[in-house]
């Protein structure tokens, strides 16, 4: 590893720490190095506020050094106006020579303009220094504006012989979770801006779709009930936590905290609600319903990242888990934990 990818390394080791609130914004780190020495370090905490460039910068103790250093950045600093000043123009103003850059920004507004202004400056800009990693670090931000829908996780539990559920009418689910990995679930829940249910999983389960295991913001929640059948009383209408519910029908409960979405059930509603979530802003949707509607993003393609979770139970019977098709090309392939865990992550669209 080179002294410039050691570095970059470091700003997407930063970068991940704003994973539940630098959204919608990518996740940026960067580091400031004088004579091979960190002298400031930052990354993007929470969209709305300072860039890492910003925090980079503010964490340095003498700042006459900053006209003898290099700054490294996962992605190209911003050159427009938003909701901060542009980075580009701190870099300028500071007297910073040397620029490393992971990758280029892919978002319209940016989009190599802030490392022309750093070369325009007279500053030495150097760009693509591990630059599949950043771009992996800024997945869900590029899926988001290229695509213009959400980066989508599928999660479920399944048995050893691919089982999600025994069949039932009522009661409990069969669970599969441990304690442990139960956390962990609400840890990725809290990593994502919406969760979304089927009719059957909200009726059946009584999920309340929550972070209640895990510290962090909860996902706004949301539910398919095509003709408003679900029970008033479920823990996803109790008003906690802003709710989604995508119908054909006109509603006029007025829950608190409840929103109805009318969609037209007579063609594929997938597009649709892809569709309400870009307009919501919702970078990334986690998708936790069963079997029949998880199984409808996977033939639609409409997925990016697959968490199962596999138990050593065998159940015999049931409801199967879903299934993907052997011409999909998984990235990558994990176990960890006490209970098996796939992660498993989509080719990206060209």
Known sequence: MTKDEKYIAR??????????NAAPNPMVGAVIVHNDTIIGEGYHIRCGEAH??????????????????TIYVSLEPCS??????????????????????????????VAGRGIA????????????VLEEECRQLIRRFVTFNTLRRPFITLKWAE??????DLHRTEGHPYIFSSPLSSMLVHKRRAEHSAILVGRRTALLDNPSLTTRNWYGKNPVR?????????????????????????????????????????LDFKIDILPQIMEVLYKEKLQSLMVEGGSILLQSFIDAGCWDEAYIEQSD??????????????????????????????????APEE
Do not use: W
């Open 11 to 20: 700003c997407i080791q930063l970068a991940k720490n704003g994973l539940c």
């Open 52 to 69: 890492a460039e910003v925090n980079a910068v503010r964490s340095v103790k003498d700042e006459s050094l900053l006209k003898e250093s």
């Open 80 to 109: 427009h106006h938003g909701k901060t000043p542009p980075c580009a123009d701190l870099i300028i103003n500071k007297g910073i020579p040397r620029v490393v850059v992971g990758c280029q920004d892919p978002f319209s507004l």
């Open 117 to 128: 202004k750093l070369r325009e400056a007279g500053i030495e800009v150097k760009v693509g």
């Open 159 to 164: 048995s050893a012989d691919g089982f999600i």
């Open 222 to 262: 949301m539910v398919i009930d095509k003709d408003l059948t679900l029970p008033k009383h479920l823990a996803l209408f109790d008003g906690s936590v802003r709710t989604l519910v995508f119908t054909q029908r006109e509603d006029t409960s007025n829950r608190p905290n409840v929103e109805h979405i009318r």
């Open 313 to 346: 139970a065998h159940l015999k019977d049931g409801v199967k888990a879903p299934s993907f098709s052997p011409e999909y090309d998984f990235l990558t392939f994990r176990k960890f934990g006490k209970e098996i865990k796939y992660v498993l992550n989509k």
